[in-house]
C-alpha cells in the first residue's frame, strides 16, 4: 500500500507499559519522497522528533528522540506497518525499542485524526 503521511497527524491509542508516548501524544508527519520526518508532544512528552524512510508497501523505519517531562532525553528505533481502517484513516501498529535507558522493547498503536 503506497501511502503519501505528508502532514497526517496521528495519536497513540495504545502503548507498552514502558513506553512513553499516550494518549495525549500526538504526532505530525511529514514526508518528500521516501524521507519521513514528523514531531511528537503531549502527555510525558514535552517535544520530539522522528526521522525515517518508508517502504513502496508503506511500512516506516525510524529513529525517534524527546524530552521527557523529567527533562531526560530518550532515543529509540522503531517500525511502523500501516493498515486503512474502513473510514479511509490509516492506523500504524508499532515494534519498538529504546537505544538508551532499559533498552527495552514494546508495541503501540497510533491512529490518523479524522478531520
Given at each position: 500500500?503506497k501511502i503519501n503521511y505528508h502532514q497526517r497527524k496521528f ?60 527533562g531526560k532525553i530518550m532515543t529509540g528505533r522503531c517500525k ?12 500504524l501498529n508499532e515494534t519498538w525499542q529504546w537505544t538508551c ?15
Amino acid at each position: 500500500m503506497k501511502i503519501n503521511y505528508h502532514q497526517r497527524k496521528f495519536r497513540s491509542v495504545s502503548n507498552t507499559e514502558s513506553g512513553e508516548v499516550s494518549e495525549s501524544t500526538v504526532f505530525l508527519y511529514f514526508q518528500e519522497g521516501d524521507v519521513l520526518w514528523a514531531t511528537y508532544q503531549g502527555g510525558s512528552i514535552l517535544k520530539g522528533t522522528m526521522t525515517g524512510i518508508v517502504n513502496e508497501d508503506g511500512i516506516i523505519n525510524f529513529a525517534y528522540q524527546h524530552v521527557n517531562v523529567e527533562g531526560k532525553i530518550m532515543t529509540g528505533r522503531c517500525k511502523s506497518v500501516p493498515k486503512q481502517l474502513d473510514d479511509g484513516r490509516i492506523r500504524l501498529n508499532e515494534t519498538w525499542q529504546w537505544t538508551c535507558g532499559d533498552y527495552s522493547k514494546g508495541r503501540s498503536i497510533v491512529e490518523e485524526l479524522s478531520y
